[in-house]
């Protein structure tokens, strides 16, 4: 009896120092596991922040992060460690988002994000007052937020090859001082109103969109000296195009236009102007050009091809004159062969 006694109590002891030391063992599991996951995390959070600072340069007095052909489809939140730094470049990365913590930068002057796969711009990048220029091209944005009216120091602003992009918040009128601005190759089918109300704006390239007709009061972009439109839908030009009295450079080329309007001849200020690629209803060749024939076309390259290219771009403004003059003079001669033919009737 006393044997199985001890045998039961030897058995009962083992037992319960059993399951002690595996409680034991799990709770040392427990608390080491987070640590372990933590140590993982602060080593990963260490290496990025070393690759980070490798990519980070002076230029022009400037603290620049420059990021150009590696995969950083997102942002890490170290990053915002680096807060003093004043300029991004970050391209062709598959970055597919601007972070929230955007807003912590306060020294940026200059955001270029181009050529990535972003597809949105954050309220909070709204935040940034001393942000000047602001270069989005090439992304996949389709909005543009009202919130980017508080970059009140933008001063260029670059949207183009978006390609779903149509609008533009009203609110943008506010950015005073906003001088460049590019929207081309998107989807625009109007001219937002805001542009006219934008007291600095001085270069505006809306090229390759659908833009179909210009708004009437377009005068009012007083401080305009370069407008880009070429490759659009427009069918015609208002007439208030001719007041646009510091407007030096007009690209129309490939649209609808059928006729120039005699008007523009007295734009004094307009050094370039190209109407290439047009159904203008009247053939008007300048003095000292001729067509060439197709032979003689395709026996001319390279060289000479540039330069027939470069001279029709640089005669743009006489081409105009001339087409005006022409025009004129036909409508001239139509009205005189009119009158005669009511006389004749009359008599």
């Not at 199985?4 to 002690?20: D, M, P």
């Not at 290219?309 to 001669?333: P, T, W």
Request: aromatic share 6%.
């Amino acid at each position: 009896m006393v044997v199985v006694a001890c045998g039961s109590v030897s058995s009962i002891k083992a037992l319960w120092e059993t399951r002690i030391k595996r409680v034991q063992e799990e709770k040392e599991d427990q608390t080491k596991s987070p640590r372990s996951r933590l140590s993982v995390g602060a080593w990963e959070d260490r290496a990025i922040l070393a690759r980070l600072k490798e990519k980070l340069q002076t230029e022009e007095g400037r603290l620049v992060l420059r990021i150009e052909q590696e995969d950083w489809k997102s942002l890490p939140g170290c990053l915002i460690q680096f807060t003093q730094v004043q300029e991004w470049q970050i391209h062709r990365t598959g970055l597919q988002k601007i972070p929230q913590f955007i807003s912590s930068f306060q020294n940026l002057i200059v955001l270029d994000l181009s050529r990535n796969g972003i597809s949105e711009i954050p309220k909070p990048l709204g935040q940034l007052t001393r942000l000047k220029e602001l270069l989005l091209s090439y992304n996949r944005i389709e909005s543009v937020p009202e919130d980017l009216s508080g970059c009140e120091s933008l001063e260029r602003l670059e949207l183009a090859m978006n390609r779903e992009l149509s609008e533009l918040p009203d609110q943008l009128r506010n950015l005073k001082k906003l001088n460049h601005l590019d929207l081309s190759m998107n989807a625009f089918s109007f001219m937002p109103d805001c542009l006219l109300h934008m007291p600095a704006l001085e270069w505006l390239d809306m090229g390759g969109n659908c833009l179909e007709c210009l708004p009437e009061d377009i005068d009012r972009m007083e401080t305009l000296h370069t407008l880009w439109l070429q490759r659009n839908e427009l069918q015609r030009l208002p007439e208030n195009i001719i007041r646009m009295q510091n407007l030096t450079t007009l690209v129309l080329s490939s649209n609808r236009l059928s006729d120039i309007p005699p008007l523009m001849e007295d734009m004094s200020r307009l050094r370039f102007v190209n109407f290439r690629d047009n159904p203008l209803s009247l053939e008007v060749t300048l003095p000292g050009k001729r067509r060439k024939s197709s032979e003689e076309e395709g026996e001319e390259e390279g060289e000479e091809e540039g330069e027939e290219e470069e001279d029709r771009e640089l005669f743009g403004r006489e081409f105009m004159q001339l087409y005006i003059q022409e025009a004129r003079k036909r409508a001239h001669a139509f009205l005189n062969m009119h009158r005669a033919n009511s006389l004749h009737h009359s008599l």
